[in-house]
């Protein structure tokens, strides 16, 4: 088993390099395509979400895979490190670049094509903060749990078909928790849209939901649903989409 040391030196590798601007950039151009109403209200502009959530997703991971693993999500990357297929030292680095990735996307959202306050996730006034962590729990669960399935090496390989079923999961989602949420399900980039348009409240709805959530999915696939049957399955390379 790896030390503490060689888990931290493999974080510091030019593969492990690469992996991080690979989950920066990715995570910039999906977030670049999102733009919420928070909450989603109107029926036309919630599918249109996710309709672009879902494709805007695909093609992100899809870039990614083959490099980082394609998590551009903290939580992803929680319930990868939970499962063992992804070091902390690593997750940690990918957590960074995930949310500055988010923060430039954000950014140039407001200073470039947005002529007012980027708008943020919020938590509708009939909703407790406590019910609407429960439901982005939920979907992330939904979320994390596909993307342990699309991506297990044991089932296919993960080609094409692997980042259109993230996104569909991920547009299927917002769909059911955009009035509710914003259906977020994932903290860089809630937080990105809190730091740039300047409200951090409820923030930690779109953290501890997901993260749970995530942690959750992590557990059910790899020690209940489909539990590795050897050491090989259960750590993945970089370039294999998870990291050791």
């Known amino acids: 088993m790896a030390s503490l040391r060689d888990r931290f030196e493999h974080a510091l590798t030019p593969s492990a390099y690469r992996s991080y601007l690979a989950e920066f950039h990715s995570t910039f151009f999906f977030v670049w395509n999102m733009s919420p109403e928070s909450p989603m209200v109107d029926p036309s502009g919630l599918v249109a979400t996710a309709i672009a959530t879902a494709f805007s997703l695909s093609a992100a991971v899809y870039v990614a895979v083959n490099v980082s693993g394609g998590h551009l999500n903290p939580a992803v990357t929680f319930g990868m490190a939970i499962g063992g297929h992804i070091s902390i030292p690593l997750a940690i680095f990918y957590r960074i670049s995930q949310m500055l990735g988010s923060i430039f996307a954000c ?29 982005e729990g939920v979907m992330t669960f939904a979320l994390v749990y596909t993307v342990f399935a699309a991506g297990d090496p044991r089932r296919v390989a993960f080609g094409t ?3 259109l079923v993230i996104g569909l999961i991920q547009g299927a989602n917002v769909l059911a928790s955009g009035p509710f949420t914003g259906g977020s399900m994932n903290p860089a980039y809630s937080f990105g849209l809190g730091m740039v348009g300047g409200s951090f409240k409820n923030q930690a709805v779109y953290w501890i939901g997901p993260l749970i959530g995530a942690g959750v999915a992590s557990v059910v696939y790899d020690n209940v649903v489909f539990p590795a049957q050897s050491p090989e399955n259960a750590v993945r390379g970089i370039t294999d989409g998870i990291g050791d």
């Not at 959202?109 to 007012?116: D, H, I, N, P």
């Open 161 to 163: 078909i692997g980042p």
């Open 107 to 135: 950014m140039l959202l407001r200073f470039f094509t947005v002529s007012q306050n980027v708008p943020v996730h919020e938590v509708p006034v009939e909703m407790t903060g406590f019910g609407a962590s429960i439901l």
